[in-house]
């Protein structure tokens, strides 16, 4: 899978749209998270405001790199072998896309739109699929 120019633009753009509310978005995401999968709380047992800002940081770095997705693939594998050891298992990935949409769309309100939609959901699979791939590469 690929990502066409359009969808980075537009990653990029909602994604720049939502940064300077990094920790208000970092909390909307896990609380979302972890009103859909309870489970998952107990998996963070660091402080939720560090794990935030390390989420935005992975976030940007992402983002940031969507023309030169390669260059990211090792860090990306790297972090599914990491997430192997803390439990997480290949279907856990998209409970988390769907917090991390959601949270997009309650972000960016009307600025949300399908194209939006698609474009995020899009860069969200490939990057997951990479992680799964590094995952694999431990089990």
């Known amino acids: 899978m ?8 537009l990653v990029k753009s909602t994604f720049a749209a939502v940064a300077p ?8 995401f896990y609380g979302r998270l972890f009103e ?12 939720m405001d560090e794990q935030g800002k390390k989420l935005m940081q992975i976030l940007a770095v992402a983002v940031n790199s969507l023309e030169n997705l390669p260059a990211i693939v090792p860090a990306v594998q790297a972090l599914g072998q990491r997430h192997v050891g803390y439990g997480v298992q290949a279907a856990d990935y998209q409970t988390v896309g769907a917090a991390l949409l959601w949270t997009l769309e309650q972000g960016l309100g009307e600025g949300f ?3 939006v939609k698609a474009a995020w959901a899009a860069t ?5 699929d990479t992680a799964v791939s590094g995952a694999h590469q431990t089990a």
Do not use: C, G, M, S
């Open 124 to 128: 969200y699979t490939l990057l997951a």
């Open 36 to 47: 859909i999968a309870p489970h998952y709380r107990a998996l963070f047992k660091a402080d």
């Open 2 to 9: 690929t990502l066409t120019a359009d969808q980075i633009a």
């Open 21 to 28: 509310n990094a920790p208000a978005v970092a909390r909307l």
């Open 113 to 115: 739109t399908p194209e």
